[in-house]
Structure formats: C-alpha cells, structure tokens
C-alpha cells in the first residue's frame, strides 16, 4: 500500500533509504512521505528499525543509501544541528530536562537558544526577563504555568513530558518527532499527554514512534508499520490492524 500523496502535498519524504551495520540492514529501501499538518505513526515490532529510521531522518546517523528530502530539499547530508534550525525538531524517548532548574528557565534556555544566544549560569535576572513573557505562554500551552517556578526535578513524569513539548515549542518547529512519548508513563498521565499531542500538533507536522495502538489509533491520521528495517504496510489505522500480515507480525509481540 502507497502513499498517494503529491511530493509537494509532504513536508518530509524519503527514497530508498537505507542503514547497514556491518552487513545488517537495520533500515531497508524505506521510502515515506509524511503530509504537511498530519499525525503519522512509525510502528513495528521490537527490532524492525523505528529508532534507527529516527535517527537517519534527523541525520544523527549517516544514511548508507536513499535520500531525505525536507520541504523539498535534500538534507541527507546534513546535520542535527542545521536540520533543527530549519524546523524539524525531535523530542527523545527519555525526557531531557534540566532538573535543578525551574520549569520557567528550563523554557528561556529553549528560547535563547532559537534566538541564537546560549544559556550561561551567571547571567542576571534582567537579561533572562526578555523571554520571560513567550516563556510563560509556552508553559500556559502545555498546562505548566502553574507549575513555572517549581524545580523541574520535581515534576510528575507526565508533566516532565509536558515541559520537554513546551521546550520543542519554544524552538518553533514545523515538524516535530515524538520518540515513544507515551513511554514509563503512569496510567493517569497516558490521556492528557495524549491531548496535549493532539493540541500542539493543531498547526504543525508531527511523526511519532509508539508502541501504545491505543494512542495511535486515537492521534493518527497514517501509520507506516516497519518489519525487519523494511515498510510491511501503510494506510489509516483501520487499514493496518487488519492487515493480515500486520497482525502476523505482531503475534507474541503484545503489540510493541
């Protein structure tokens, strides 16, 4: 099954990509194409290559073959950091936060870095109050502002979470990648996690990597499912989960 989709209707797409270690092909002949304004899942059993397929699209990795094309241009030989300013921005499966400092600042260290300064310890009060104000929007967002002047260390996880999208935000993303968001979070926390994503995602692009079918099912327009670092099947949720060879991957797996 394609992707019908126009290269110019993607924000991001692929052509053969591919990944091999040492004879093993982690990601194999992958081609996607992920629309503007959509949420698209990348599933698979354990081992079928989700995060190495991340990790080539985000270019923390070089491809051993294909291309990535991001709003039509070619980045395959990009970087990280080159790629982040140009809006695709990734989140990682284990929330990144800077613990021992406030929720507020942990937003204005994300702000000054879009802005193109780094953060340094010392500086005054003054000098950080220019961010204050976006900051406190951003947190407002994601439902922290209450929360802006606590230590970070001392938040639940799901709102750790919460704080590491606040955090992605302040970085003006078109696109952002979600590693296993839902992950090591408590039953309570699954829902408004969950609504949060639905909620930033309203005027951006988001390609998420999830194990939760639940969470899928509930957020997502399109579902790449991998096999083996190869694309076994695409289409809307009802499409995949009654792909017969969908369901036979994921005999015993629980879906993971």
């Not at 290269?7 to 591919?18: P, Q, V």
């Not at 989140?91 to 780094?118: P, Y």
Request: aromatic share 6%; with cysteine.
């Amino acid at each position: 099954m394609t992707n019908p989709a126009r290269a110019s209707d993607c924000i991001l797409r692929t052509e053969g990509l591919s990944k091999e270690f040492l004879g093993f092909h982690a990601v194999k002949n992958v081609s996607l194409n992920i629309r503007r304004h959509s949420i698209h899942a990348l599933i698979g059993p354990n081992g079928a290559g989700k995060t190495t397929c991340f990790n080539l699209l985000t270019t923390f990795i070089p491809a051993s073959a294909g291309r990535i094309y991001y709003n039509e241009h070619d980045i395959t030989k990009s970087d990280p950091a080159s790629v982040a300013i140009g809006g695709m921005v990734r989140s990682f499966q284990i929330s990144a936060v800077f613990g021992q400092m406030s929720v507020l600042d942990n937003v204005r260290v994300a702000l000054q870095r879009k802005a193109g300064g780094t953060f340094a310890f010392w500086r005054s009060a003054r000098v950080l109050e220019r961010y204050t104000g976006r900051a406190r929007e951003l947190l407002a967002a994601v439902n922290l502002e209450p929360y802006a002047n606590f230590s970070a260390a001392d938040l639940s996880y799901g709102r750790k979470r919460a704080l590491e999208l606040a955090t992605t935000l302040a970085l003006e993303p078109e696109l952002i990648l979600l590693d296993e968001p839902i992950a090591g979070l408590g039953h309570e926390d699954i829902g408004p996690v969950t609504r949060l994503i639905a909620q930033v995602a309203k005027d951006r692009t988001v390609l998420m990597v999830e194990h939760n079918m639940k969470v899928v099912a509930e957020l997502c327009d399109r579902i790449t499912v991998l096999q083996a670092g190869e694309v076994l099947a695409e289409g809307s949720y009802e499409e995949v989960s009654n792909d017969a060879r969908v369901r036979a991957a994921y005999v015993g797996g629980a879906h993971a």
